[in-house]
């Protein structure tokens, strides 16, 4: 599985970005996460949607996030609302074929996107 991120950009406190992710080389079920890295911190996971579309998110952006998952386009999206500078990080979109586990771990995950630069000030 190949992923590609975009829509990454820098914005305003207050305001809100919606990232996608394009999958290709795929045909199966499989997990859409959302993960972000900012410098010098560990990565950590955002959300994450299995085939049938149940959404999980991590507690940092519970009530400002929306991700969604498009099989037949193969394609994902999240969207961040009421951004804060703490948001500021490298967002990763990662696939794991199968259903979601229980959390939202990176190890979980062995296929990655390249990240696509959000900046909140």
């Known amino acids: 599985v190949q992923l590609v991120e975009s829509g990454g950009a820098s914005v305003q406190a207050g305001g809100f970005l919606r990232l996608s992710c394009a999958a290709s080389?795929?045909?199966?079920?499989?997990?859409m996460g959302w993960f972000r890295q900012a410098p010098g911190k560990e990565r950590k996971g955002v959300a994450m949607?299995?085939?049938?579309?149940?959404?999980k998110y991590a507690r940092s952006v519970k009530g400002r996030a929306t991700v969604s998952k498009d099989n037949a386009k193969k394609t994902s999206d999240l969207r961040l609302d009421s951004l804060k500078p703490e948001d500021t990080a490298m967002y990763y979109c990662?696939?794991?074929?199968?259903?979601?586990?229980?959390?939202?771990?990176?190890?979980?995950?062995?296929?990655w996107g390249q990240g696509t630069q959000v900046t909140v000030s």
């Open positions: 949607i299995n085939n049938g579309g149940l959404p």
């Open positions: 080389d795929d045909d199966g079920t499989y997990c």
């Open positions: 990662a696939a794991r074929l199968g259903w979601c586990l229980d959390d939202i771990s990176a190890s979980d995950f062995p296929y």
